[in-house]
């Protein structure tokens, strides 16, 4: 039986990952698509990186497929898809999910959001760091 470490362990060996430093440099590209895929108490509590889109881990898949009547046109297989949560577990599942989905330029923030925090890059909307 597989645990969900197992699945994040496969995922990530998969995906690319991003450190925050460099994850800053994409997310600066007006081309890049940044996904947040926090749930939204997350993102109030935390805040959230300057033009994320917030698309929760358990919709992504039906908002990025656009075959999917919940699609989202923003998502695009071949656009740049930069991704990112809380400590980087999500989001290289979200990445390899992408990836099964068509999606060929994908890449997760390294340690998530809390690694960007602690690298003291800007956040939008922040109540507090729960770091």
């Known amino acids: ?77 071949q656009a740049r898809v930069l991704l990112y949560c809380a400590d980087g577990t999500r989001s290289a599942l979200a990445s390899a999910s992408l990836r099964t989905l068509g999606y060929t330029s994908v890449a997760d923030l390294e340690g998530g959001l809390r690694a960007w925090d602690e690298a003291c890059l800007p956040l939008v909307g922040r109540l507090s760091s729960p770091y």
């Open 1 to 77: 039986m597989n645990t969900a470490a197992t699945l994040v362990a496969q995922a990530g060996s998969s995906v690319t990952s991003l450190p925050s430093d460099r994850f800053a440099v994409e997310v600066d590209d007006p081309s890049a698509v940044v996904i947040d895929v926090r749930e939204a108490d997350e993102r109030v509590a935390s805040g959230s990186i300057a033009g994320a889109m917030h698309v929760p881990r358990g919709l992504l898949e039906f908002r990025a497929d656009p075959t999917d009547p919940g699609h989202d046109p923003r998502l695009q297989p």
